[in-house]
């Protein structure tokens, strides 16, 4: 709901980086430009490692335009509305909350998604999984595909993008993922995409030539779960018990029931799981198990076919 500018009176920037800091309420009046609030905003965000880039996203919201216009409009003071609406971005990112919810968007192999707590950000890295997805799917034929553990989608819609003819079943096991999910597919004007709210392959129907996922792999413990934007996602789309490895484990198990002949299982992993995944694949009986690595030459992901 907007603001009523005759009840409350918007809050102003300061000109001070020094009052920015201490108290974010008693800013002092001055209407700042653009120039100035990229200047002295980015010095006072000290908890991220991208203070410039962070406070051109913000401001870009906040005054509904592209982060080119802000340099082509460098001179331009905001208007209440737009300093009050930056205000809010600027402190919410203060506390670490990741920018991609604070502007409510990710883009994701050139999708823009809508994103919120309830899914997880779409990493760079995890087009390394749609990349080799595409590679197994020729473009004329109508093949079967889930995406298991969809969240945003991002999987399931890019692959859905570039290969219109296929069929692809995506699942989340939370309602409001599944919501933000099929938000984008409307956005987008993806139309092969069905959304099935299910626990993994439970309420999943049907036979597939390909099963993609990016499922929970960190362990319990891992230090990496409170740093940076990750103390922000949804526990259940990261973690998955003890080892990070019983949510793969078992859609290994489970996915054998619904991959045809020489069907293909797919998922991303932690950097350093590789060689158990590899066993685990084996133990179940998967064959032509390759592993591929991100550009930071990690392995990250792997792929298993059934006979
Ligand atoms: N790649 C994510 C991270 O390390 C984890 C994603 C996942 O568990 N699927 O932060």
């Not at 982060?67 to 082509?72: E, V």
């Not at 930056?86 to 991609?100: H, M, S, V, Y």
């Not at 960190?218 to 998955?240: C, N, R």
Request: overall charge neutral; some cysteine; hydrophobic content about 35%.
């Amino acid at each position: 709901m907007r603001n009523n500018p005759s009840s409350s009176s918007p809050r102003a920037l300061s000109s001070s980086p020094q009052a920015l800091s201490s108290s974010p309420r008693k800013r002092g009046s001055r209407k700042l430009s653009i120039v100035n609030i990229l200047n002295q905003f980015s010095q006072a965000l000290t908890s991220s490692q991208t203070p410039l880039l962070d406070c051109e996203i913000l401001l870009a919201f906040a005054i509904k335009a592209s982060r080119t216009y802000l340099y082509t409009r460098p001179e331009q003071t905001l208007t209440p509305e737009q300093q009050e609406a930056f205000l809010q971005a600027f402190e919410q990112r203060q506390q670490g909350k990741p920018i991609a919810y604070i502007v409510g968007h990710k883009e994701f192999w050139s999708l823009d998604l809508l994103v919120n707590s309830h899914v997880l950000i779409p990493r760079p890295e995890t087009e390394l999984l749609v990349e080799i997805a595409l590679n197994l799917l020729p473009k004329d034929q109508s093949l079967e595909i889930a995406d298991l553990g969809t969240g945003s989608g991002a999987i399931a819609l890019a692959i859905a993008k570039e290969r219109p003819q296929a069929n692809i079943k995506a699942t989340d096991y939370s309602k409001e993922a599944l919501h933000i999910a099929e938000q984008n597919a409307e956005r987008l004007k993806i139309k092969n995409v069905q959304f099935v709210y299910s626990n993994w392959c439970n309420e999943l129907k049907g036979s597939f030539n390909l099963i993609v996922s990016n499922p929970p792999y960190i362990a319990e413990q891992d230090p990496h779960l409170s740093t940076g934007d990750v103390q922000f996602e949804p526990k259940d789309a990261l973690i998955t018990g003890p080892t990070g490895l019983e949510a793969i484990t078992h859609l290994i198990d489970q996915c054998r029931k619904h991959l045809r002949t020489k069907g293909y299982l797919l998922f991303e992993h932690g950097y350093n799981q590789a060689h158990e995944v590899q066993t685990i694949l084996q133990r179940y009986g998967y064959k032509d198990i390759e592993r591929f690595q991100d550009l930071a030459n990690n392995e990250r992901v792997t792929i298993g076919r059934l006979e």
